[in-house]
């Protein structure tokens, strides 16, 4: 679908004879061609679905082609406009590209040259699709997968194989084990890897949105829908759709999901036809779907549907032969960050290190060395450095010991605070959700005690 649309052209001339004449070469180059015949319907047309590219008539009778063209640039709508201007008017053609024109074709048009354009402008299209793409993409860009514990390499096997295949793969994990990183790897293994990489993250947004955010909308399907919008599935075309925290996703949505995920076709909102995608599915999740399936608000075909492959990330606590690389990469890179030599870990630190049991996983870890490589001032990391406490089971008799009833009271409230934080990776709210606090009160709570946010970085 999408690789015939991207070659439509939208043509507008108010003389019949040129119309004809021009959509037949088109056609004939083997673009999807479609014509208005003035300035009014011209603009209709672009509303209702950009074409990639425009050849504009600049004299037209009622709407002239810089009022078009100052209208498509006013709206943002999508489209690349190549003007056509009567033989020996220079200046209209100068005015035109001030107005927002790429380029312009003077008449009598000649074949050669208007093919030239067209695929110039074609160019320019991939280009920016490109550029959307990378933006989505930006803030995972290649960030390896590390670890060569027994445990990691069984998952990585599997995945390898999996993503020679189109299998559907669903990654569970606590969180903070790498599920998104590992999603990112698989793509990078797939035949699609040339493709784009997109990722929804279904906890972030109302269903509304959330809809929208994945199929797109048509113009005017609901208030603020001013003009067509792509969804992810659209934006994803040919590459892998990676859907992030699939169990936090409504009833309602999880049905046209199931329809995504089985025949691939989707409609937008709003939006009566039915599209075709082409498309490899990844789904992570740290919630227990067997949970919500027992609860029934998560529906059983879909759990079978993102069920063909599982892939479950084992916690850093049992996988503890992976701390050494970890760290060692950690450090280089936020060593690199902050543009400081990498700094040895002392063995006190690291045998610290690896007595704690790591609630918050890899992304815990990360903060832990992101701290010590920005606070340490000795040649080597020492345990003072690292933002690690023993955990909450033995503060009740460290408490007891500490003499005063409030004294003691203070400081369990502060472990159960920072342990959960601890777990949650820095995440506040879920921190929150975790202790039965509203997040308001938690920051508040936080700051009272003079506990410092740990640093997230990622999510
Ligand atoms: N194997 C790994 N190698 C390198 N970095 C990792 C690895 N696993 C996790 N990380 C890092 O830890 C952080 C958390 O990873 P990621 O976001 O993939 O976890 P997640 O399982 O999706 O967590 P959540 O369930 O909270 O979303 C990221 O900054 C990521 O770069
Ligand atoms: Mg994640």
């Known amino acids: ?9 939208l043509v507008v001339d108010d003389d019949p004879d040129i119309l004809e004449l021009l959509s037949d070469r088109l056609r004939l180059m083997r673009f999807q061609v479609t014509c208005a015949a003035d300035g009014q ?8 679905e950009p074409a990639p590219v425009t050849l504009l008539d600049l004299q037209l009778p ?27 008017t220079p200046q209209k053609a100068v005015e035109a590209m001030r107005a927002g024109a790429y ?23 991939a280009l920016r699709e490109e550029n959307a793409r990378l933006q989505t993409e930006l803030c995972g860009l290649d960030r390896p997968l590390i670890g060569g514990s027994p445990a990691m390499l069984e998952v990585v096997r ?6 020679a295949s189109n299998a559907t793969i669903l990654i569970r994990g606590e969180s903070g084990t790498g599920k998104e990183i590992l999603a990112r790897a698989i793509h990078r293994w797939s035949p699609r890897k040339e493709r784009p990489l997109v990722v929804v993250n279904c906890v972030a947004l109302s269903e509304e949105l959330l809809e929208s955010e994945l199929f797109g909308h048509e113009k005017g399907a609901f208030t603020g829908a001013y003009q067509l919008k792509r969804g992810k599935v659209e ?10 925290e699939i169990g936090d996703i409504r009833p309602a949505l999880q049905a046209k999901l199931l329809r995504l995920l089985q025949e691939q076709e989707f409609e937008r909102v709003g939006g009566t036809r039915t599209l075709r995608g082409n498309l490899r599915f990844v789904a992570a999740t740290n919630t227990d779907l067997e949970r919500l399936l027992k609860q029934g608000t998560f529906r059983q075909d879909l759990y079978y549907r993102l069920n063909v ?26 060593s690199a960050e902050l543009r400081r030599l990498p700094k040895p870990v002392s063995p006190a630190a ?3 290190l690896a007595r704690h049991d790591w609630p918050g996983n890899v992304r815990e870890l990360e903060n832990a060395v992101e701290r010590a490589v920005t606070l340490s001032t000795e040649p080597e990391i020492q345990p003072h450095d690292l933002p690690i406490f023993e955990p909450v089971a033995g503060t009740a008799v460290a408490a007891a010991s500490l003499g005063s009833y409030h004294e003691a009271v203070l400081q369990f409230k502060r472990q159960l605070l920072q342990d959960a934080l601890a777990r949650t990776g820095g995440n506040q709210s879920r921190a929150a959700d975790a202790l039965g606090l509203q997040r308001t009160y938690l920051s508040r709570l936080l700051k009272e005690m003079g506990i410092r946010e740990p640093n997230r970085s990622g999510s």
Not at 41 to 48: G, P, S, V
Not at 237 to 243: Q, S, V, W, Y
Request: proline share 4%.
């Open 41 to 48: 319907e011209a603009l209709r047309t672009l509303r209702q």
């Open 235 to 244: 934006l994803a075309e040919g590459g892998t759709l990676f859907l992030d």
């Open 1 to 9: 679908m999408a690789d015939h649309e991207r070659y439509r052209i």
């Open 309 to 334: 492959v599982k892939l479950t990330l084992p916690p850093l606590r049992e996988r503890k032969e992976d701390l050494g690389s970890l760290v060692q990469y950690f450090m280089e890179k936020y």
């Open 350 to 352: 690291m045998a610290f």
């Open 158 to 163: 599997t995945a390898q194989q999996a993503a």
């Open 62 to 88: 009622g709407l002239g082609g810089l009022e078009i063209l100052e209208t498509i640039r006013s709206e943002g709508i999508q489209t690349t406009v190549i003007v056509i201007t009567a033989w020996g």
């Open 103 to 125: 380029d312009f074709i003077p008449k009598p048009l000649d074949p050669a040259h208007l093919e030239v354009v067209i695929n110039k402008a074609l160019e320019r299209c």
